[in-house]
């Protein structure tokens, strides 16, 4: 029995010494196989293990992915004999030509340059995917979502084929209905004129409002905010915004589910200015509300627009207001806070004048109402001269 043991040690420590010896022999000879139209050196290239390298099992992976990553074989094995590498390879066939069939409303020109796919090109399975998703994404976003495109190959001699993209248009998916939920100030079809997707009718022939598309759609969400903040509503959110498709693929049920909150008014304005030569009270001018009244995000902006405009007739013409809100829930009201803060003065290094044939450049300039060396003035400089009779 104490022998035995002996013996099954003796035979496992063999068993295990074999092969960890015949991993730490060097890879002697690489040999390729397969290839007929790539040079072995290329194949060699993308390989992670070399000769006289141990062989190890990660590098032989690795030489794998990145030979099928060259998407230049359809095929790849690595096998082990002895202290040699056997690699075989199956090419991948050169594409002879590419066709677009079925193609009524977008030309094949269009559809060559963006799927990237051109005779003589190595053909791959994963770009021939690629360019059918990019087609279907063309016909998506010119508002058919029924559009099927199916590739098909015909094999020709000498590892060549012809690529054929056999394309079904579809009709144009429209927008069947246009839901709102959660709204209880606006009715629906007030809420419809505000964005630009419009459901889809017989005399609408003329526009593709009525035809789906993602990027009309998240400009409508931009066009429903802006709508409630100039009514008041500065707690409004568009909570989802969702597109879903009829089973048959012809038709668009959009929905937009929104949270509209509490009207509010203007409450407090301050106005702090950084700048010595323009007072707070001079900016009191520009505001284009008055305490109390439904606050209107637009006025905002034209109070903002009216403070650079002032700062520009001073000579400031890249200060810039920054503005900060606080809204009190109790009382519905917005305070705001616009603090002007001063940018680097510019002054008109030189004037050039061109154009004038028949008017000499001084009696031009006469009536410029700036001067070089003057500030830069964003009221003046639209309208540069005193009379339009030059």
Same mark, same amino acid.
């Given at each position: 029995?104490?022998?035995?043991?002996?013996?099954?040690?003796?035979?496992?420590?063999?068993?295990?010494?074999?092969?960890?010896?015949?991993?730490?022999?060097?890879?002697?000879?690489?040999?390729?196989?397969?290839?007929?139209?790539?040079?072995?050196?290329?194949?060699?290239?993308?390989?992670?293990?070399?000769?006289?390298?141990?062989?190890?099992?990660?590098?032989?992976?690795?030489?794998?992915?990145?030979?099928?990553?060259?998407?230049?074989?359809?095929?790849?094995?690595?096998?082990?004999?002895?202290?040699?590498?056997?690699?075989?390879?199956?090419?991948?066939?050169?594409?002879?030509?590419?066709?677009?069939?079925?193609?009524?409303?977008?030309?094949?020109?269009?559809?060559?340059?963006?799927?990237?796919?051109?005779?003589?090109?190595?053909?791959?399975?994963?770009?021939?995917?690629?360019?059918?998703?990019?087609?279907?994404?063309?016909?998506?976003?010119?508002?058919?979502?029924?559009?099927?495109?199916?590739?098909?190959?015909?094999?020709?001699?000498?590892?060549?084929?012809?690529?054929?993209?056999?394309?079904?248009?579809?009709?144009?998916?429209?927008?069947?209905?246009?839901?709102?939920?959660?709204?209880?100030?606006?009715?629906?079809?007030?809420?419809?004129?505000?964005?630009?997707?419009?459901?889809?009718?017989?005399?609408?022939?003329?526009?593709?409002?009525? *035809?789906?598309?993602?990027?009309?759609?998240?400009?409508?969400?931009?066009?429903?905010?802006?709508?409630?903040?100039?009514?008041?509503?500065?707690?409004?959110?568009?909570?989802?915004?969702?597109?879903?498709?009829?089973?048959?693929?012809?038709?668009?049920?959009? *929905?937009?589910?929104?949270?509209?909150?509490?009207?509010?008014?203007?409450?407090?304005?301050?106005?702090?200015?950084?700048?010595?030569?323009?007072?707070?009270?001079?900016?009191?001018?520009?505001?284009?509300?008055?305490?109390?009244?439904?606050?209107?995000?637009?006025?905002?902006?034209?109070?903002?627009?009216?403070?650079?405009?002032?700062?520009?007739?001073?000579?400031?013409?890249?200060?810039?207001?920054?503005?900060?809100?606080?809204?009190?829930?109790?009382?519905? *009201?917005?305070?705001?806070?616009?603090?002007?803060?001063?940018?680097?003065?510019?002054?008109?290094?030189?004037?050039?004048?061109?154009?004038?044939?028949?008017?000499?450049?001084?009696?031009?300039?006469?009536?410029?109402?700036?001067?070089?060396?003057?500030?830069?003035?964003?009221?003046?400089?639209?309208?540069?001269?005193?009379?339009?009779?030059?």
């Amino acid at each position: 029995m104490r022998r035995f043991s002996l013996l099954l040690v003796v035979a496992l420590c063999f068993v295990y010494l074999i092969p960890r010896a015949q991993a730490e022999v060097p890879v002697a000879q690489i040999i390729v196989e397969g290839n007929k139209r790539i040079e072995t050196d290329t194949i060699l290239s993308y390989l992670t293990i070399h000769k006289g390298d141990i062989f190890e099992p990660g590098k032989v992976n690795s030489s794998l992915k990145n030979l099928y990553g060259s998407h230049l074989f359809g095929d790849v094995s690595i096998v082990r004999k002895g202290n040699a590498l056997i690699i075989t390879v199956v090419e991948n066939p050169i594409i002879n030509r590419v066709a677009f069939e079925g193609n009524l409303r977008v030309e094949s020109s269009i559809l060559e340059k963006e799927t990237g796919i051109i005779p003589r090109m190595v053909y791959s399975r994963s770009k021939v995917q690629e360019a059918q998703q990019k087609i279907l994404q063309i016909y998506r976003l010119s508002g058919r979502y029924g559009a099927k495109v199916t590739p098909q190959i015909i094999e020709l001699p000498e590892k060549r084929l012809d690529l054929i993209f056999e394309i079904e248009e579809g009709p144009l998916t429209q927008i069947q209905k246009i839901i709102f939920i959660g709204n209880q100030a606006f009715s629906d079809s007030t809420l419809e004129t505000a964005i630009q997707t419009k459901e889809s009718r017989w005399y609408r022939f003329f526009t593709t409002d009525d *035809t789906y598309d993602p990027d009309r759609l998240n400009y409508d969400q931009e066009k429903l905010r802006q709508f409630y903040l100039n009514h008041g509503y500065a707690d409004f959110q568009v909570l989802s915004a969702v597109a879903e498709l009829t089973p048959d693929q012809k038709d668009f049920f959009i *929905t937009f589910t929104v949270h509209e909150g509490e009207r509010y008014n203007f409450g407090d304005s301050t106005i702090e200015s950084s700048i010595p030569a323009i007072t707070p009270e001079e900016l009191k001018e520009a505001l284009a509300y008055d305490q109390g009244d439904m606050y209107e995000a637009k006025l905002i902006d034209e109070t903002v627009q009216k403070m650079v405009e002032i700062s520009g007739e001073k000579g400031f013409a890249f200060a810039t207001p920054h503005m900060k809100a606080k809204k009190n829930g109790e009382e519905k *009201t917005v305070d705001l806070t616009y603090l002007l803060q001063e940018g680097n003065k510019i002054y008109i290094e030189r004037i050039d004048i061109v154009g004038n044939h028949r008017t000499l450049d001084s009696v031009v300039r006469r009536e410029i109402l700036v001067s070089e060396g003057d500030a830069f003035n964003v009221v003046r400089v639209p309208n540069l001269c005193k009379t339009s009779k030059i």
